[in-house]
């Protein structure tokens, strides 16, 4: 039962949402379960590190929102947000300048989507970071 003595709803899972992306996707590099082994990774450690301390999450937006938000569910510690905006791709699939802001898996030199990251937009709620086949850029 929730608060209001009524039963929980349910709501529509992520896959659900993005059955749609399903025929674009080319290869996952880094899998849903590596993300969040490696978010609970650095939240213990940023837990560790920041004891005591005042701690202020700054994120770049759009895509960080997706990071923040499942990293900050691993710090044991009172927190604040904050966001700033940057512009790197537009519409297009080669960078105009270098914007690097995590760091925690190798993979290879190719245009990503998931996990926060886009393409026009589009595949940010994926909960897994993959190549798009050629044919989604059409």
Known sequence: MTLTGQPPVSAPTLKAHVAAYEND???????ESQIQAKLAELGQRITKDYEGRNLLLVGVLKGAFVVMADLS???L????FDFMAVSSYGMATKTSGV???IKGFEIPNEFVVGYGLDYGEKY???PYVATLKPEAYA
């Open 73 to 75: 569910r691993h710090i």
């Open 77 to 80: 510690l009172p927190l604040e």
């Open 124 to 126: 940010r709620n994926l």
């Open 99 to 101: 914007v690097r802001i």
């Open 25 to 31: 996707i080319d290869k996952i590099l880094v899998s």
